[in-house]
C-alpha cells in the first residue's frame, strides 16, 4: 500500500560527495515535494515541483537541486554534501495542480543522511 | 512568507484527558489549515483540516476550531489515548503550505 517510495531510508556520505534522493509516487500526482525535518526545527520545504521540468525553490533551497524528468519522479540531489546537510529528508505528493485549494500531502518514510 | 508557531512544544496529558495545541499564523490571506500527525519512526499523516470558511470540524475525537480575526486555530483531541502519542504539526497555505515546529504529545497511561 506504499504510494510515496523513497529508494533510501539510510545514506553515510563524505563532504563532499554528491548525493542524489530518489522519490517515486504511483498516485498520478501533479505535485511533489521535497521537505527537510530537523529537531525543533518541524518541516521545511527545500523544493518543490507542479508539473514534469518545472520546479520552484522553497524555503531552504541553498545547497540543493532537484529533477523532475517525469511525473511520478522526483530527485532531491546535493551537489557537494556538508556536514550542515545531516538531517531526515521526506518527500511528498499532492493530487491538485498548482497551490491553489486544498492539497493533502502523502509523505514517503523518509531517508536519513548522514554527512561525515 | 507565511509564519506558523505551535506552542506548547511539549504537551504531557493523562489518559482520558483532552489536549490542546494553538498555532498562530501571520498571514491574512492564509485559506487552508491541516493538521498532520508524526508516530515515533513513522512518516506524517493527515489528521484534520479546515478552510477558512469554515469555524470548526470535527472528526471522532479530533476537532480543529479557527478564529480567523485573531488569526489562530487549534487542535482538540478527547478522551486521549496511548496511540495519540505523537508528534503534531500544523500549517497554513496562503500561496504555499507552511508548517510549524511540531508539538510533542506525550499521552500517560
Known amino acids: 500500500d506504499v504510494k510515496v517510495t523513497q529508494s533510501s531510508r539510510y545514506l553515510v556520505k563524505r563532504t563532499g560527495e554528491k548525493v542524489f534522493l530518489e522519490c517515486v509516487q504511483d498516485?498520478?500526482?501533479?505535485?511533489m515535494f521535497w521537505y527537510r525535518q530537523d529537531p525543533g526545527l518541524g518541516l521545511r520545504l527545500i523544493y518543490f515541483s507542479y508539473d514534469v521540468k518545472m520546479k520552484e525553490k522553497g524555503d531552504i533551497p541553498e545547497g540543493y537541486s532537484v529533477s523532475r524528468e517525469k511525473k511520478e519522479r522526483f530527485s532531491l540531489i546535493l551537489e557537494s554534501a556538508s556536514t550542515n546537510q545531516t538531517s531526515m529528508y521526506l518527500c511528498a505528493s499532492s493530487e491538485l495542480a498548482g497551490l491553489s485549494g486544498a492539497n493533502v500531502l502523502t509523505f514517503g518514510a523518509g531517508s536519513r543522511l548522514t554527512v561525515l | 512568507g507565511e509564519n506558523v508557531e505551535q506552542h506548547p512544544s511539549t504537551l504531557s496529558v493523562q489518559e482520558g484527558d483532552s489536549a490542546v495545541i494553538k498555532c498562530t499564523y501571520s498571514?491574512?490571506?492564509?485559506?487552508?489549515f491541516p493538521w498532520y500527525k508524526q508516530e515515533l519512526g513513522k512518516r506524517p499523516q493527515l489528521i484534520i483540516d479546515?478552510?477558512?470558511?469554515?469555524g470548526e470540524k470535527k472528526d471522532q475525537r479530533i476537532a480543529v476550531t479557527l478564529n480567523k480575526t485573531a488569526k489562530h486555530f487549534s487542535l482538540h483531541i478527547t478522551e486521549t489515548q496511548p496511540e495519540d502519542s505523537a508528534v503534531y504539526f500544523c500549517?497554513?497555505?496562503?500561496?504555499?503550505?507552511?508548517f510549524g515546529k511540531g508539538n510533542q504529545v506525550v499521552v500517560i497511561p
Open positions: 498516485m498520478d500526482h501533479e505535485n
Open positions: 479546515i478552510r477558512s470558511n469554515v
Open positions: 500549517a497554513a497555505r496562503a500561496n504555499r503550505l507552511a
Open positions: 498571514d491574512s490571506a492564509s485559506n487552508y
